[in-house]
């Protein structure tokens, strides 16, 4: 399969905003893709050249494609670069360049002998040139990677060399998201209509679109419902919605639920194969190597041969025998340096979940059979112990828990369904989980964590640096961010610096499509970090787009005096608050007054 025809797509795609549109194209292509190509299209089109877990940073920095642009067109650097600042996007500046110098070339191309579909790339070639970039390491490897990259300018025609710069940089952004994926393919290669919630099932279970693209290619539907539980492979996670006062919670849990601590700080699913023991983050990335101690012990504490089990890594005083707080953790997370960090920052697991064990698929099991499993295959240690857990059925049982779990040092509790229907949803924020904050019983004030997707210039002290920051809650019926703040306030001049610098490398030169807003940002920027927040309380606002003509005709919902609280570097774009968490905030609060009034 040619690479230009997956470029034609990619312009297709970045031409729309419809989501309807896209999954059309989507199947367009897969109409033109051979099998033996399947996942690796999916893979491209998802702008990586793998399953996420599979750690595949192409690693290539500005500065090195505009090298490797400069040798491959033959101007200098800095007449790359001064392009680049006109045009603000690396891809758009080769495809300039490839345009002029491909017409000026024609004739002594032509009169090479060679076709021009001979020379072309294809789609694999691409691949597996991307994944050699990946793979080079060591010293000597930058000029490795650039020359790579020079390899495959030389081939490119103008419109595939424009995507092969997006791809490098991790900027590809063709705003199709792996249930865009998931739909396109049930509609291509199925008529059954249970076939998304088959495929979506098979892609939570694995983590790997690809993966679940290609069996359902090959082999149909029935293949894909047959996909197991594979050790080793991270399983995607369940996340909590929240409520804010207890009674609503209760109720909406049936009257009677398992109270937990909620720990502030890093989710952890942890797969044990034998002696081997993997683990995962909140975005599947392995971070096995970074919790060297957390794997000794997890291979002693679990008593299954294969097991799949979840918790939460928390920083520990063992002085003080106290919960430290998640920035403490944070301080811990480097490349370098762990067995001194291990040392110095000593952590304990809470385990709260059991997956999987010995064979057995525990995922649609209700959570009182989960968590007995749990509590039978896991002797306790120093390092490992399970959640506090405890069953309330009314308000004041609640709130004792609630109060316990403040002090302790938690930041509230999550409450779950012990129901028959309580299954682990994986991949997906559901009402079997609640949490429940310390801010929301204190006033309106809670936290939240929301994307930036814009910034403005900032004046006086703050000039030459990113002032304000547009952010953003996620709407995932829509797959689009929709603004709901401008945040200026609670960073050091510190904090700022690093924001600036990280944010602008970030900056796409128009509104990203994946961004609804009625404010014109200075700088724009690709939606990507998440920052938690926290505000006064939330109003309708003629400005913001979240929640926009929910709640009052043209009108949004935006969070007052929002104040940076911290980066959330392990959560994704995709696990920000989302619009129907302020919607029930919004409301809830409304309620709340009112009652205040009578
Ligand atoms: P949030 O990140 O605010 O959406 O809250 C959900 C997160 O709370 C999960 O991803 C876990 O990392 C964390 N957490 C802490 N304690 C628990 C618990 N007992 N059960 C489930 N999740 C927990």
Known sequence: MRYAILAEIYRKLDATQKRLEMIDILIELFDKTELENIRIVIYLTSGKIGADFEDLDIGIAE??????????????????????????????????????????????????????????????????????????????????????????????TPLEAKYITRTVLSQLRLGVRDLTIIEALARKYCTEKDARKVIEHAYNVTSDIGFVGEILARKGLEAVRQIKIQVGRPIRMMAAQRLPSTEEILEKLGGKCALEFKYDGERVQAHKNGDKITLFSRNLNDISTMYPDVRDALKASITASKAIVEGEIVAWDPQAERLRPFQILMSRKRKYDISEMKEKIPVKV????????????????????????????????????????????????????????????????????????????????????????????????????????????????????????????????????????????????????????????????????????????????????????????????????????????????????????????????EFATTTKEIIDAYKEQRLLKKEKKN
């Not at 300039?96 to 032509?110: C, H, N, P, R, V």
């Not at 691949?127 to 010293?139: M, S």
């Not at 990259?149 to 081939?155: M, R, S, T």
């Open 63 to 156: 500065k090195m494609v505009i090298k490797a642009i400069a040798k491959a067109v033959g101007k200098s650097e800095e007449i790359v670069t001064a392009l680049f600042a006109k045009k603000g996007d690396l891809g758009e500046v080769v495809e300039a360049f490839k345009a002029k110098s491909t017409q000026q070339g024609l004739e002594a191309f032509l009169t090479d002998g060679k076709t021009a579909a001979e020379e072309s790339l294809t789609v694999r070639e691409v691949w597996e040139t991307l994944n050699k970039i990946a793979n080079l390491e060591g010293k000597g490897s930058a000029a490795k990677k650039i020359n790579t990259l020079v390899g495959l300018y030389a081939k490119a």
């Open 350 to 573: 809470f385990l709260f979940d059991l997956l999987f064990v010995d064979g057995d698929n525990y995922l649609l099991k209700a959570y009182p059979q989960r968590r007995t499993k749990l509590e039978e295959i896991i002797k306790e240690e120093e390092i490992i112990t399970l959640a506090s857990q405890e069953i309330v059925t009314n308000a004041s049982e609640f709130e004792a828990f609630f109060e316990t779990a403040i002090e302790s040092g938690c930041e509230g509790v999550m409450a779950k369904d012990i129901r028959e229907t309580a299954i682990y949803q994986a991949g997906n924020r559901g009402f079997l989980w609640i949490k429940h904050k310390f801010d929301y019983s204190s006033a309106f004030a809670d936290s939240y964590d929301f994307v930036v997707v814009g910034g403005f210039y900032g004046k006086g002290r703050r000039k030459g640096m990113l002032g304000t920051l547009l952010m953003a809650a996620y709407n995932p019926e829509k797959e689009i961010f929709e603004t709901v703040c401008k945040l200026g306030s609670g960073f050091s001049d510190e904090d700022l610096a690093k924001i600036t610098k990280e944010l602008m490398a970030l900056r796409t030169p128009e509104k990203p499509k994946e961004v609804a807003s009625k404010l014109e940002a200075d700088v724009w920027f690709y939606p990507t970090k998440v920052f938690e927040i926290r505000g006064a309380d939330l109003s309708t606002s003629p400005v913001h787009t979240c929640a926009l003509n929910e709640i009052k005709e043209d009108m949004g919902i935006a969070i007052r005096f929002p104040r940076f609280i911290r980066f959330r570097e392990d959560k994704k774009p």
